[in-house]
């Protein structure tokens, strides 16, 4: 159970090699122990992860899990806890591509539509099953501002999001009463490995940053949270900019 300070005893990342989670983690990690359940393909980063954690402090488990196989997404979830009950699980996988190709060729669109949106609404749904079975626990759903308005440089990235967006906003509506807490969290730009590379946008923040939202987000029981917190209002302000304008921003 997470205690009356915001601490969890337990946290499943899927995507467990992911920079937000892994930043997610040591934050929680510097409270003191959590056993952390790493959901991903196992690879050496992965054992790079688990290594990273067990320095922190954590008592490691991990599952393998691919985005692009639903058919053991539900199995994956079952195992992760399988080991005890999961506190806080976060959705932290996703691929960014090359946006100019994506829009161009099925294989590269697909794929991202695949990763970003499929298969996060089958772990979701996976993990809802299993939070109501335990009748306690907080989802997470890394989002991202491209959700909130498609723009021409990563609109087929943004569509990804904005189904993943609505769907776990939707879903917190159906967990309301159940004892289930979820959060949609929407980065800017973040500097990671899969923006490494790339021009920074403004207001653009660090995994660390994120994870700091994250664990402020769940304590407080905040449903949509902004990394950082100003994107909130000028997302606001570019959801009514009309299109002739809109298309002109450097954006």
Known sequence: MIDAVGHPSSLLLLGGTSEIG???????????????????????????????????????ETVEFDARDAAVHTEAVRKAFAGGDIDIALVAFGVLGDQEKAWQDIDAAVELAEVNYVAAVSVGVALSA??????????????????ERA????????????GLDAFYTGLTEALRGEGIGVTVVRPGFVHTKMTEGLDAAPLSTTPEAVADVIVSSVKNGREQAWAPAPLRFVMSALRHVPRPIFRRLPL
């Not at 980063?45 to 490691?60: E, F, N």
């Open 130 to 147: 299993e939070f109501r079975r335990q009748g306690h626990g907080h989802l997470v759903a890394l989002s991202s501002v491209a959700a």
């Open 151 to 162: 723009r021409r440089s990563n609109f087929v990235y943004g569509s990804t999001k904005a």
């Open 22 to 60: 892994l930043a997610t983690a040591e934050r929680y990690l510097a409270g003191g122990p959590v056993r952390v359940v790493l959901a991903g393909r196992q690879s050496p980063r992965l054992a790079d992860a688990a290594a990273r954690l067990t320095r922190a402090g954590a008592t490691i």
